[in-house]
């Protein structure tokens, strides 16, 4: 007799500690603390440039429209082409992933996907364990007669979830089992995904009621969302993502970060803590760039509003020199 085999997909092992990693011989200063995850199954060439577009421009530098900074940390990096990743996966029937690619804009890995009536190719976010030559289908605009009619013409929940419920298919909340783990869970009825969209994240089904369904994020956040909401099943692919290491500064700038520095080491004109000679910030508490308390406790509440922070204004000769009469 054989063992039964559940269609749903596992929940994430917590035990295992240990993976494999790819590290290099330290050759130059570079590599040697440079670790990779091992990811044989990743396409090695390029990508589906149909479904792609260039990212140039000074929004690279993290600015806006006006050309004013308004994300820090930002500039410079390698050349990338952003993927147009379908997150609403509207239209059913069966895809096939044609391959597993990675993208530069994510750390997810994303899935190329083909229609097979169509040959529509579609780029989707790739679940943990999703291979070259899986077929994959989204139940979001109904239920395919042919399914309700092998299932005897009426539609039973357990039977439904057994058939649909599976790795990688996107489908209605309310046609979830509870307990089952999903990713890319869209916030209204006909919206795109909007959380657990990283790599190695979660969220797991609660409760079902008449209107919404409850879910778990990793962070430990309950939330409620309607029951004809999406969400794909499975864990979302690349959960080593998060252990891997760059080994050399550079490797960040080619990521398009710059560096963070301290307050303190800055001009008095970018930031209150700076200025002066020396290691000193001028008796100021510490805030942020803008004036703002960085640290709970003393002098950052106010008394006569407890839930009001203090706002530290910058004194009218700041960052000017003084001169001695």
Known sequence: MTPYVSPFSPPPDRTVKNFA????????????HLKRPITPWVWKGGPFLPLTFSKKGHGKGGRNHTGRVTVRHMG?????RIRTVDFVRMEGGPRKVERIERDPGRSGH???????TTGRKSYILAADGLREGDVVQSYRSGIPEDLIKSMGGTIDPGMLAAKTAWRG?????????I????????????????????????????TKDRKYVTLRLQSGEVRRVVKDAAATVGVVSNPTWQHRQLGKAGRSRWLNIRPTVRGLAMNSCDHPHGGG???????????????????????TRNKQNPNKWVVQQRPRNHGKRRIKK
Request: charged share 15%; with cysteine; proline share 10%.
């Open 169 to 177: 298919n996107c489908l209605p909340l309310h046609m979830i089992p």
């Open 21 to 32: 990693m790819q590290t290099y011989k330290p050759r130059t200063p570079g590599v040697r």
């Open 277 to 299: 000679r020396g290691k000193s910030k001028g008796n100021v508490h510490p805030v942020s760039p803008w004036g703002l308390p960085a640290k709970s406790g003393y002098k």
């Open 110 to 116: 994303i899935a190329l996907v083909v229609d097979e």
């Open 76 to 80: 410079g990096g390698h050349k990338r």
């Open 179 to 206: 307990g089952t783990i999903v990713h890319a869970v869209a916030s209204h009825a006909n919206g795109p995904a909007v959380f657990c969209r990283s790599a190695g994240t979660y969220a797991t089904i609660l």
